[in-house]
């Protein structure tokens, strides 16, 4: 079983380059369905996703068909006409690929794909003072509650990765010794 995340037609490169990054975290593989409102290569998408884009595992698509004929599991749309919030979505009982499905920042998914997969329709519980969450922020929201119940491959849940600073770095980091700008962030 594998996690996926899908762009819908994404508009803003700096929100893909967030995704990008978060499916790098997950161990998550991205799918992008044109139209795409920029550049792949964009350097504010590229910025976005860091250091990072070298790891991600994406694939573009002509169109929703296309995609649909190349992948098979289960499917939940994120929109803000889901009546369901995703946290009652129990991911362990799921034996095939999960896809995480977005749409595009200013108008979702499509109607009829929507209306196709009403029982899979959700919505991340917000107040009536806004519409909806920056796409990014969906997407990581997403992937949190997924990896959190299905231990995705390679994603860590103890302290600080031994590849970066170390899962004792806080315990043994000698305070005295760093200047006052890191002092500050400590």
């Known amino acids: ?3 996926n ?27 992008i369905i044109k139209p795409i409102g920029f ?5 504010k998408m590229l910025r976005s996703a860091l250091d990072y884009y070298e790891y991600v595992n994406y694939e573009v698509y002509e169109n929703y068909d296309e995609f649909k004929e190349k992948n098979k599991g289960k499917f939940f749309f994120l929109t803000r006409y889901g009546h369901k919030s995703p946290s009652t979505i129990n991911f362990k009982e799921i034996k095939e690929d999960i896809y995480l499905a977005f749409g595009a920042e200013s108008t979702g998914i499509a109607y009829d794909i929507l209306k196709d997969n009403l029982d899979d ?18 997407a990581a929201i997403m992937l949190f509650l997924a990896s959190e119940q299905v231990n ?35």
């Open 1 to 3: 079983m594998k996690l």
């Open 5 to 31: 995340v899908v762009l819908y037609h994404p508009e803003i490169p700096q929100n893909t380059g967030n995704i990008m990054r978060s499916c790098v975290g997950f161990n998550a593989k991205l799918h």
């Open 39 to 43: 550049n792949i290569e964009d350097k």
């Open 121 to 138: 329709c959700y919505r991340i519980p917000i107040t009536d003072k806004i519409r909806s969450l920056n796409l990014s922020n969906c």
């Open 152 to 186: 995705s491959e390679g994603v860590t849940f103890s302290n600080e990765p031994e590849s970066m600073k170390g899962k004792d770095f806080l315990e043994n980091v000698d305070i005295s010794k760093l200047d006052t700008f890191h002092k500050d962030k400590y």
